[in-house]
C-alpha cells in the first residue's frame, strides 16, 4: 500500500513538474511575467487560512520570483547601492518623503540647508543632538537612525 502511494505521489510530483518547469526555474522575462500571473490567480482563489494548500504552491512559486529577480542587473545594482547608504542618511529621506519635506524642513532640528545637503551625500553625520530633535519631532526611537 505505501509503495502505491510513494508511486502514485512520485508521479504525480513529476507530472506537475514537468508542467511548471518554467515558473520553478524562471529564466526568461515571459517566464516570469507568466509566473507572477500564476500567483496572482493563486491568490484570489486561496482562502485566507494557515492550512491552506495552495500557500505551499504560492511560497514555492514566490521563491522562484525573488530568485529571478535578485538576478537582474538592475537590482542587484540597486541592491548594492542601498546596502551602502548609511541608516541615518535613509532615516532622513524617508522622513522626507513621508512627511513632503525638503532640505530646509529641518532646520529646526539640523540647521542650515547646506548641513542637511552635506548629511544627506554623506560628508558630514547627524550627531546626538540631531538625532535627539528628529526623534522628538518624528516620535520615533533614535535607534531608527543607526545601522
Given at each position: 500500500m505505501l509503495a502505491i502511494k510513494q508511486e502514485a505521489l512520485t508521479?504525480?510530483?513529476l507530472g506537475f513538474a514537468d508542467n511548471a518547469s518554467n515558473?520553478?526555474?524562471i529564466k526568461s522575462?515571459?517566464?516570469y511575467e507568466?509566473?507572477?500571473?500564476i500567483i496572482e490567480h493563486l491568490f484570489d482563489k486561496a482562502n485566507d487560512t494557515a492550512d491552506e494548500p495552495l500557500n505551499d504552491l504560492i511560497d514555492i512559486i514566490s521563491k522562484s520570483i525573488e530568485k529571478y529577480e535578485s538576478s537582474l542587473e538592475g537590482i542587484v545594482i540597486f541592491d548594492n547601492e542601498a546596502n551602502n547608504i548609511k541608516q541615518e542618511i535613509s532615516a532622513l529621506r524617508?522622513?522626507?518623503?513621508?512627511h513632503?519635506?525638503?532640505i530646509s524642513g529641518f532646520q529646526d532640528e539640523i540647521g542650515s540647508k547646506s548641513l542637511v545637503s552635506m548629511i544627506l551625500n554623506g560628508k558630514?553625520?547627524?550627531?546626538k543632538e540631531h538625532i535627539t530633535k528628529l526623534s522628538k519631532r518624528f516620535s520615533l526611537s533614535p535607534a531608527?537612525?543607526?545601522n
Open positions: 508521479n504525480s510530483f515558473i520553478l526555474h522575462e515571459t517566464a507568466e509566473a507572477l500571473e524617508v522622513l522626507m518623503e513621508q513632503n519635506l525638503t558630514r553625520n547627524l550627531t531608527v537612525f543607526f
